[in-house]
């Protein structure tokens, strides 16, 4: 099977490697001055965008953090009623944990808006979220914004660290758009 994008061809780098890699230091700097206090962490990786992500991020961290994984897709339109399919489950119980919910990209935000709710409805004690990437455009949804967003990109579609193309190039090493998407 062939991946039916090259992206050293097709594709623009929006954002190279060590340009991520320094986001995500900036990042972690501020998640762990905003938890200053905090005795420990859930860190929850939404699969399969989230991997990438969670997994530079994770060594930057500095208190004692549990890595759980969720992988979840959701039912309906509504954000805050939208019924959740956990296609894994969450496996320990995060009630009164804190959690910081770590995802690829937020787009219209309705998958991670509904995830954080489901968190607070499970009593955790805090749910704060952190994304790779936010996209910029105004289709988001209401009252919902990650707590932490490393970088921005253009309303193109985008792949790279984590995030995927028809199924492929999540390994690309940096986060890349079709080349003239932007125009
Ligand atoms: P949202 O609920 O609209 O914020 O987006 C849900 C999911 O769609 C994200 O977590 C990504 O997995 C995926 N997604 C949205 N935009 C892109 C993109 O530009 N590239 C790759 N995946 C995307
Ligand atoms: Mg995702």
Known sequence: MQSPFNPLIQAQCLYSLEQ?????????????????GVDSLVVLCVLK???VFTGRLLPYLTLPVQLEYVQVSRYGQNTQGGHLD???????????RHVLVCDDIFDEGKTLAALCLHLQ???????????????????????FKPT??????????VWGMGMDVQGFWRNAPGIFALKNSEE
């Open 121 to 143: 409805q499970a009593q955790a004690a805090s749910v704060q979220s952190a994304v790779l990437v936010e996209k910029c455009h105004t289709r988001k949804v209401p009252q």
């Open 20 to 36: 991520v890699d320094n986001a995500i230091q900036t990042l972690a700097a501020d998640i762990c001055q905003q938890l200053q």
């Open 49 to 51: 965008g989230g991997l």
């Open 86 to 96: 956990w296609l894994t489950p969450v496996s320990s119980c995060l009630a009164g």
């Open 148 to 157: 932490f967003v490393g970088l921005q990109v253009p309303d193109a579609f």
